[in-house]
């Protein structure tokens, strides 16, 4: 690769910075490439690269005989999610699409890889649980999150979604029950009617699952396992702290209950504790994905599990996916090694900070939870607003797609309160636009005219 690498390529990180953070807003006009390159005192070659490499990211686009724009808001704002497309117009606080605008240079990345002696055995089938390469990469990966692992306990899966569906059926078993944080991510509950499993919901205080609860639900013997989100958890966004943790995975340990620990938002909070897994260890499983922390796409999540399970999670990965695709996980692994995850994952967030504390000060007097660097917030209804399926149906004909409390529930009663996706948007400012408008609405009473008497 030619010296200029690092530089074009920090172009191009500076250029998603700034149309993120609105300093650059769709249809906005470059410099042209002589200019930058003065402006900068790099060659003009260097600019010509930045410029074909930001538009191959779908940053911005090049005009014939005009220039080149920063391009429009449509992949991002509209895009397709497991709630089908949105409505034009619509903003998405619904789905925690990761800030796609940060994703890493996958072309760049893809040429590197066609240079690779070896690419054919990335077409061929492969050990079910990874090829030993990518196994050790998902060592060095759960290593970010303070978790030492053997690569042999390490089985890579195709997202966390797979990774759970595996977990769930070897630990739990169709028909099995599970112990769930009353409020959870709603895939949870996707999986438990596959699986038939019966859900056991338990209550959290602000500091997550809470233990004399667990205790006594231990005691009843009532599940085989526990499955739980313990740092920026979706939707509540608490961190559980490494007291709580200790006292969770001694309950685990003492009433013989796996913890099938969700990880996926871990390396976005700043100094977490280690993962209950770590306090566990012996029977634990825990979930280390990319996906919302570098990116969702490439579906790769690494399960690290006890050596007496492994076997057997490898036949459940035979069982629904025979293997994860080599190339997304050569893909992963490039990154892991290469420092490219690392960067990723110091610029989303930043960009999930500075959206928190607009959040945090548009809907300021609303009675908000968020974590510093978490992509969701969850906003508690106030009087007057009797269902969150209400305010979220409104909001839906305002131009605001939400995600009300329903969904996350797990059993248990639905809480007045919704969930927002600052990570959705393509731009701070259309996030800022939807806040706004749920903030009017807010103020409103959603029943309409007079009293008849
Ligand atoms: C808590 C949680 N777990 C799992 C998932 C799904 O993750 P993946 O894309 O790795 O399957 C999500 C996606 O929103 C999530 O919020």
Redesign the pocket.
């Known amino acids: 690769m030619g010296s200029d690498g690092p530089r074009f390529a920090a172009i191009v990180d500076a250029l998603a910075d700034d149309i993120g953070a609105g300093r650059l807003k769709p249809g906005d006009q470059l410099p042209t490439q002589r200019e930058l390159a003065d402006r900068l005192g790099v060659s003009i070659g260097t600019v010509t690269r930045a410029y074909a490499a930001a538009e191959r990211r779908g940053l911005v686009r090049g005009e014939i005989g005009r220039g080149t724009f920063v391009a429009g808001s449509a992949a991002g704002e509209y895009g397709g999610s497991e709630i089908g497309p949105r409505a034009p117009g619509m903003i998405d606080l619904a ?2 699409h990761p800030l796609y605008l940060l994703d890493p240079d996958l072309s760049r990345t893809l040429e590197e890889l066609a240079q690779r002696p070896g690419l054919p055995e990335l077409l061929q089938y492969q050990p079910n649980a990874g090829m030993p390469r990518h196994r050790e990469a998902g060592a060095a990966w759960a290593s970010r999150f303070g978790f030492d692992a053997d690569p042999e306990n390490v089985l890579v899966c ?7 569906t595996v977990a769930l059926t070897t630990v739990v078993g169709r028909g099995g029950s599970l112990f769930v944080e009353e409020l ?2 709603p ?1 949870i509950k996707a999986l438990a009617n596959v699986l038939e499993l019966k859900l056991v919901p338990l209550p959290v205080d602000e500091d997550g699952l809470k233990p004399e609860s667990f205790e006594a639900a231990c005691r009843q013997r009532r599940a085989k396992a526990l499955l739980t ?1 313990p740092t920026i958890h ?1 939707p509540l966004t608490y961190t559980m702290s490494r007291e709580r943790r200790r006292e969770i995975a001694a309950i685990a340990t003492r009433y013989d209950v796996a913890i099938i620990e ?1 990880a ?2 871990h390396l976005l909070a700043e100094d977490p504790p280690p993962p209950l897994s770590v306090f566990a260890a012996d029977n634990s499983y825990f979930v280390a ?4 922390v570098v990116t ?1 796409g490439l ?1 790769v ?1 690494f399960l690290v599990a006890p050596s007496v399970a492994v076997d057997q999670l490898t036949q459940a990965i035979w069982a629904t996916n025979w293997m994860t695709a080599p190339l997304c996980v050569e893909i992963a692994a490039t990154w892991i090694a290469d420092g490219t995850a690392d960067e990723t994952i110091r610029r989303k967030k930043a960009e999930a900070h500075a959206r928190v504390l607009i959040a945090r000060e548009l809907l300021a007097g609303h009675r908000l939870r968020s974590d510093d660097h978490g992509h969701h917030v969850w906003l508690e209804l106030p009087e007057g607003w009797e269902s969150a399926a209400a305010f979220a149906a409104e909001a839906g004909r305002r131009g605001v797609a939400v995600a009300p409390a329903d969904a996350f529930t797990m059993g248990g009663k639905i809480p007045n309160a919704v969930r927002l996706s600052l990570s959705a948007p393509r731009d701070r400012e259309s996030m800022t636009k939807a806040l706004r408008k749920l903030e009017r609405l807010l103020s409103e009473r959603p029943c309409c005219g007079p009293p008849i008497v």
């Not at 195709?158 to 759970?164: E, F, I, M, N």
């Open positions: 789905v925690t195709s997202g966390t979604q797979h990774a759970l959870s991510y895939g989100i979706n969700d996926i938002h994905a990319l996906s919302k969702g579906r999540a």
